[in-house]
């Protein structure tokens, strides 16, 4: 297996665009997380997402949605994109079950706002 | 509110000498705690969770609750584990992570 996959690795925007970014997890991983890293701090989270349901919100705008497919994968939708929303976003699976088991991250999609 | 803090951004040590890395959370619940770990140019990878209690590279972690800390500790740095390390509280539907902590460990 080759782990949690994203693409893509990077992508430039201006400001007012919309993005979408996608996930694949683990084969038998039900659970899809999403997470916002801005340099310099740790990971923040987005979403959490488990058998096609949202179960997990964090502080984030409306701007930002996600959805997940019956194969698991998962998109992340930013609207209207700020300067701010420049970041690496992580995916992480976990394991059959609920999202509080160990996560496995994906290695980010790059999102630089202009 | 939800928390964690790791109160050091850089740490740096000699190779062979103890390190701690410090972590403290803010939970109301029962917490489950990891300590993620990401070497250079590569993905945020687990090192060890709370529940488990064992010990990956060296490196152990006990989950005070009185002092509501999870600090990680080894007792002989080497080289390789210099990276950077996150204190992560998982809860329902929710995982939050500390700022981390860039350790280096000099020869």
């Known amino acids: 297996d080759a782990g949690v996959t994203q693409s893509p690795t990077h992508l430039i925007k201006t400001r007012g665009q919309q993005v979408t970014l996608r996930c694949s997890p683990i084969s038998g991983h039900k659970s899809v997380s999403w997470y916002q890293q801005v340099l310099g701090q740790g990971p923040q989270f987005i979403f959490q997402?488990?058998?096609?349901?949202?179960?997990g919100r964090g502080n984030f705008p409306d701007r930002f949605s996600a959805r997940q497919f019956p194969n698991y994968s998962s998109e992340l939708n930013v609207n209207a994109l700020l300067l701010g929303d420049s970041a690496l976003y992580l995916c992480?699976?976990?394991?059959?079950?609920?999202?509080?088991?160990?996560?496995?991250f994906g290695p980010g999609t790059r999102l630089l706002v202009l | 509110a939800q928390r964690v803090t790791q109160p050091e951004k850089l740490l740096s040590v000699f190779k062979g000498a103890p390190v701690e890395l410090k972590c403290n959370y803010s939970y109301s619940g029962s917490p489950e705690l990891f300590w993620y770990v990401q070497y250079s140019r590569q993905r945020l990878q687990l090192l060890l969770r709370?529940?488990s209690r064992e010990s990956i590279k060296g490196f152990t972690a006990d989950l005070n609750k009185g002092e509501t800390s999870f600090h990680l500790k080894k007792p002989f740095a080497q080289e390789e584990d210099s990276a950077m390390y996150y204190c992560a509280l998982s809860m329902i539907g929710d995982m939050r992570f500390g700022a981390g902590t860039r350790l280096t460990v000099k020869p």
């Open positions: 992480a699976s976990s394991s059959p079950g609920t999202g509080e088991k160990p996560q496995y």
């Open positions: 997402y488990y058998e096609k349901e949202e179960r």
């Open positions: 709370h529940i």
